[in-house]
Structure formats: C-alpha cells, structure tokens
C-alpha cells in the first residue's frame, strides 16, 4: 500500500489497506493510512470514520489527531477540530504545523488573541514557516493591527516568493491601510502565481470597483459565485443561467436574490429595469422582504427560495450580476429615482401615531447583522455614540435597530429622548412597515446596514455614516453617491474614530433643522 501510495495509485492503495485491516482488524496505524489515502481520495466522512478508529485503537498517534483535525476542517467543522488540534500539540510539543494551524482555526471561531499566541508558537518553533506568518499576518488584520499585519505576511512571501494566497492576504491588509495600487498589483501577482484563483478575482474586483473601474471590476466581481466562501444565493435553480447580456422582449428570466437583505433592497431596483425592456421577470429572494418587494411593484408574486426549482421556463440570473448586464457605472446609474414605496394605509397608521411628537424625529441604526459583521468589521458603532448629537440639537430620536445590538436602548443615558411610541416600533420586524415608519421621520442617520438603502431607495433625506475605509460601493471620497441622490454619506476621517464623525453630524443638524 504505501509503494501505491509513493506512486499516486491510490485506489489500489485504498484496496490493500482494507486487506490489511481484514487481516488485523485492531492495525491501528492501516486504519491512519486508509484514512490518508481516503481523504486525499477526497471521500472525507469515510476518512473521518478510519482516523476515529486509529484513535480509538491507539490514542497515542499525534499524526491521527492531527489528520482528523484537517479533515474536520475541510468539512467546516471548526469548533470539532480545536479539541484534536490542542491533543496533537500535547502529544508532539514541538510539532510547529499544528500549533499554527490551531492559530487559524481559533481565529476562523473568533477567538482572535488566543490565535495569536499560537501562531507566534509555531514561528517561534519553525521561523522559515511561511504558512505561519501567513496565519499571523490574517489574524492581526482581524485583531485591528494592520502594520504589523503586513510585516507578517510581507514576511511569508519573502519565505515563499511564490505563496499566492500571502500575496492575495497581504493585498487585503494593503486596502484596508488605504494602499489601493499597491493591494491591486499584489492581487494581480496572486493570480500571475495561480491563474484558477477564484478568491484572487473576487477581492481583486472590490478594490477596481472602490477605485472606479467597474468595467473590469463587474467582471471580476462574477467570481463571488465560485469562491472559497461562496456567496449566499437564495434558491436552487433547475433552468440554465442567461450568459448573454442581451434582453429580449417577452423572454422569461429569473432572478434570484443573493446575500444579505440590504443587498436586495440596494439591488432590486433593476428588475424594474428588466420589466421596462418587456421581460418576463420573476424575483426569488428571502419571504422577510416580500411584502416590501410587492408594495414597491417589482413583483407582485416573489417566490420564497424553496420554490425556485419548480421555475422550468427561461432562463435564471442571480440579482448582483444585474449590474454587469445592465452596465452600471457612476457615468451611467441606469436607475438612482425613488423606487421603494409602502403603503397608504401603513403610511397613515404611523403619520398619525407620530403627530404627536413635537421634535425632528431622526431613525436611527447603529448595529449591523451579526454574521455580515463578522466579515464587515468596523462599520458599527454603539448606540451611545448618538449622544453627541443632543449636545446641540433639540430632537426625537426613533430607533430602527432590530435584534442584534437593540438591547444597547435599554442601559443608553438618553432612553427618554426616544419617541413615545417607540416600544411598538420595536416589534415593527416587516420591511413595508417598516418604510412606512421612515417616510415619516424627518431624516435617518445609520451605519452601512440595510436601513440606508431602504431609505435611500425611498429618496428620503438619509446620512450615511461609513468606516475607513467603507464597501465598495461608496468609492473612496466625497459625500454624495450615485446611487441615491437623497443619501449624504459621513466617512471616517480617521480609522475607528466615530467621535469625530458625530461631531461633524451634530454640527451639519445645526444647518439641516
């Protein structure tokens, strides 16, 4: 078996291996290498299965630990793999792979100063380990310390000059310094190294698109569909995908939602679009958006995700490549008018419940969604920052934070400055009410979450206030944005610094009211 496996025969390797266990059903170390052979076989639970038994018959074999722990992870079970991880490490003290593989997986489950120390670990055992100082390098970019981050990981490719995704890692960290030519052309080596790099592309796209080149940036951006951590498409569509960017009237094309809500309500606007050129469109996309999607006229019918596979006509498309086929660009927004509307009735429920109030009333959103945040970090701020803006304005403020981050309205030192209603507001959680609510306050001011477009797709004044630096979308300067015209965006002056931001607010309410 291991003359096959020296030779790549793995197969046959496979079926001398299970000999060998027939012979000796208690041969701890066939089971270790059946369990190789399979997981390079990529047949990954059958692999898991004969690593557990080699454990099992000898639990002294830091390499079986160590094989079942990578196996875990390829299967993205992280929090299992952190237990055999810490068990090779006790049995092999001086085994550098595994203490920086732990260092990854920690940082991977958010335990991001643990990870750190492991990572130093394996560097301090093995300082000619690149894969190490990779590691670092990603868990100080999570840990906020973006120079050091790049010594890390500059450290990895002089190691390995050739290490195409340190080359792709340190074109991250660069963009986050705001070093937008340096992380473009790190990128670009990433992808000279390895020309089948879907991530490479994908990362690559954001910073064309930040810096305003959306014609290579929307091609780029296609590969957000095949990368490591795939976008979230909401269905399972059976009928091909279009690939011709040209719209025929009377064809039939579905239009699949993807990632979060914001990007859907940001997004839908173009399926207006499509209905304008005399397409056959239906939209599919999460059920928590419908009734915004209908009372806006875009779809009088969405489907829920479940139900794209019963689609057997036509032809689908996922809604972020809308923007490719439609070519949108700054020169070119294709649509930027008001196209989020709720309903009459809902827009007097809450025009009558608000009267009452005798300040400017400003919605407010402080917190984005928990899991975006993960892969968003810095565009949230607490809801306490909001306090600066009373210290000069005389106003009502309404909360539009939901779930996630709502709990900070109870210990905020302003509770009373909410409005009255502002506890049936809370448990307002549908999306078309939820308008209705923002067409009658005077202005909204939110971090990049989905209350901006929601508002700003309703051309209602919003302030838009964005990290440094902020999502593509919002480019790299200036404080209007072709997207919505009613939007007036607040960028961070200074990494982290949201102190100075609500200065800046607070004085430009001064002039607003």
Not at 304 to 322: A, F, T
């Given at each position: 078996a291991n003359i096959l496996i020296g030779k790549r025969n793995l197969k046959e390797a496979e079926a001398t291996l299970r000999k060998s266990i027939e012979l000796k059903p208690d041969f701890a170390q066939a089971y270790l290498n059946l369990g190789t052979v399979l997981n390079d076989l990529e047949q990954l639970t059958e692999a898991e299965a004969c690593i557990r038994k080699a454990i099992q018959l000898k639990p002294n074999l830091f390499n079986s630990h160590f094989l079942l722990a990578n196996i875990l992870i390829a299967q993205n079970n992280l929090q299992e793999a952190e237990q055999p991880l810490r068990q090779t490490i006790e049995l092999k003290p001086d085994f550098a792979e595994a203490y920086s593989t732990l260092g990854g997986v920690l940082g991977e489950l958010n335990k991001s100063e643990e990870a750190e120390v492991f990572a130093r670990k394996a560097i301090q055992l093995k300082p000619d380990f690149a894969i190490a100082h990779n590691n670092l390098g990603n868990l100080l970019k999570d840990l906020g310390k973006l120079k050091e981050a790049e010594i890390a990981t500059r450290k990895a490719i002089e190691l390995k000059p050739t290490f195409a995704i340190a080359h792709l890692n340190l074109g991250g960290i660069l963009k986050n310094l705001g070093k937008f030519e340096e992380a473009k052309l790190s990128m670009e080596r990433s992808i000279m190294i390895k020309p089948d790099f879907p991530d490479a592309y994908f990362n690559l796209s954001l910073v064309q698109l930040m810096t305003g080149d959306y014609k290579s940036g929307l091609e780029n951006f296609e590969y957000r569909l095949i990368k490591k951590k795939t976008i979230s498409i909401h269905g399972n569509p059976i009928i091909p995908r279009k690939k011709d960017t040209n719209f025929i009237r009377g064809e039939k094309i579905l239009v699949i939602g993807e990632q979060s809500i914001g990007d859907i309500i940001f997004y839908m606007r173009y399926i207006l679009i499509l209905k304008r050129k005399g397409v056959d469109v239906k939209f599919c996309?999460?059920?928590?958006?419908?009734?915004?999607?209908?009372?806006?006229?875009?779809?009088?019918?969405?489907?829920?995700?479940?139900?794209?596979?019963?689609?057997?006509?036509?032809?689908?498309?996922?809604?972020?490549?809308?923007?490719?086929?439609?070519?949108?660009?700054?020169?070119?927004?294709v649509i930027n008018a008001p196209?989020?509307?709720?309903?009459?009735?809902?827009?007097?429920?809450?025009?009558?419940?608000?009267?009452?109030?005798?300040?400017?009333?400003?919605?407010?959103?402080?917190?984005?969604?928990?899991?975006?945040?993960?892969?968003?970090?810095?565009?949230?701020?607490?809801?306490?920052n909001f306090s600066k803006i009373l210290e000069k304005n005389d106003i009502s403020f309404l909360s539009l934070q939901k779930g996630f981050g709502s709990e900070q309205l109870e210990s905020c030192t302003f509770r009373d400055k909410f409005v009255n209603c502002q506890e049936e507001i809370d448990n307002i959680w549908d999306y078309s009410e939820t308008s209705a609510i923002i067409e009658n306050c005077d202005l909204i001011i939110t971090i990049d979450s989905s209350m901006g477009p929601l508002a700003g797709g309703m051309g209602k004044d919003v302030w838009l206030l964005l990290r440094d630096p902020g999502w593509w979308m919002w480019g790299l300067s200036g404080s209007t944005t072709f997207w919505f015209p009613s939007m007036k965006l607040f960028r961070q002056t200074e990494k982290n610094n949201w102190d100075e931001v609500m200065n800046r607010v607070s004085n430009e309410l001064q002039k607003h009211f």
């Open positions: 996309t999460r059920k928590k958006v419908h009734s915004l999607i209908k009372s806006s006229n875009i779809d009088s019918d969405p489907l829920i995700p479940e139900k794209s596979n019963l689609v057997k006509d036509g032809k689908w498309l996922p809604l972020m490549s809308l923007l490719k086929y439609l070519d949108v660009s700054p020169q070119n927004p196209y989020i509307f709720s309903g009459k009735s809902l827009i007097e429920k809450w025009k009558k419940k608000l009267s009452k109030e005798k300040k400017p009333i400003i919605g407010i959103n402080w917190q984005g969604g928990k899991g975006t945040e993960e892969n968003y970090q810095g565009r949230s701020m607490p809801l306490e």
